[in-house]
């Protein structure tokens, strides 16, 4: 069955560092997510892409954060710099319909990269 | 706009016991509502959703959950607990936004199981 990759699974960084996170969604699938989920928390989402595009980027802290998916394709989350407040996992979810119509989408979900800021 | 709410952080049963998981929602038009499960340390998987098909969803594991709209509810059940089953679950709403649909979860219910 095929499953949305991330890498890494761990990464334990010192603040005012950067860090970068990778994800590659269900080939075909046309909408992927970044979501951060702080530890007792749901998770929250940071950035919607329908393709290359960004269709919700409205949470996403532009000042340190940045996420591209350049070819449509895998997308990678950036934090320059960390801050102790970053700590959390990061998951990557992708589905199959547009962001329009994907109300009802199933999302399929990696199994996160847990980051740390010290 | 909308949201959900999970009563309850935490939920004990015993195994072979009923489960039961509460979420409300907050909602000016028809929700779609999901329920996901996460196990330590992986993501979160689909467990249900409703998409005003039908009122009594039911989802994989046996897992059902039953809208309710003069309750707002959107409860989890099911009818026997395995060991299994003890993991973090959420609640979540999709809420129209520009175009898109932005999921937005609940702050999830944690179901212990013991012997």
């Known amino acids: 069955e095929a499953e949305v990759a991330q890498s890494p699974r761990y990464k334990i960084t010192e603040k005012s560092q950067a860090v970068a996170f990778w994800c590659d969604p269900i080939?075909?699938?046309?909408?992927l997510y970044w979501y951060r989920q702080i530890l007792g928390q749901g998770p929250e989402l940071l950035v919607q892409?329908?393709?290359?595009?960004?269709?919700?980027d409205s949470q996403l802290p532009k000042d340190r954060f940045s996420a591209e998916r350049l070819k449509g394709v895998d997308s990678t989350l950036k934090i320059q710099p960390a801050e102790l407040g970053d700590s959390a996992m990061y998951l990557c979810?992708?589905?199959?319909?547009?962001?329009?119509?994907?109300?009802?989408?199933?999302?399929?979900f990696g199994p996160g990269t847990r980051l740390t800021v010290l | 706009a909308q949201s959900v709410t999970q009563l309850g952080s935490h939920v004990s049963v015993s195994e072979g016991a009923l489960v039961l998981l509460r979420c409300n929602y907050s909602?000016?038009?028809?929700?779609?509502l999901f329920w996901y499960v996460q196990y330590p340390n992986q993501g979160l998987q689909l467990l249900l959703k409703?998409?005003?098909?039908?009122?009594l969803v039911k989802g994989i594991n046996g897992f059902e959950a039953e809208f309710k709209k003069s309750e707002t509810s959107f409860h989890l059940t099911k009818p026997s607990a395995h060991m299994s089953d003890a993991a973090e679950y959420f609640c979540?709403?999709?809420?129209?936004?520009?175009?898109?649909?932005?999921?937005?979860f609940g702050r999830g219910t944690s179901l212990i199981v013991h012997p």
């Open positions: 979810a992708s589905s199959f319909g547009l962001a329009g119509a994907s109300y009802t989408d199933t999302q399929y």
């Open positions: 080939s075909g699938h046309a909408t």
């Open positions: 892409f329908q393709d290359e595009s960004v269709v919700d």
């Open positions: 909602s000016s038009v028809p929700p779609y």
């Open positions: 409703y998409t005003s098909a039908a009122t």
């Open positions: 979540a709403v999709s809420l129209a936004s520009g175009g898109s649909y932005i999921p937005t």
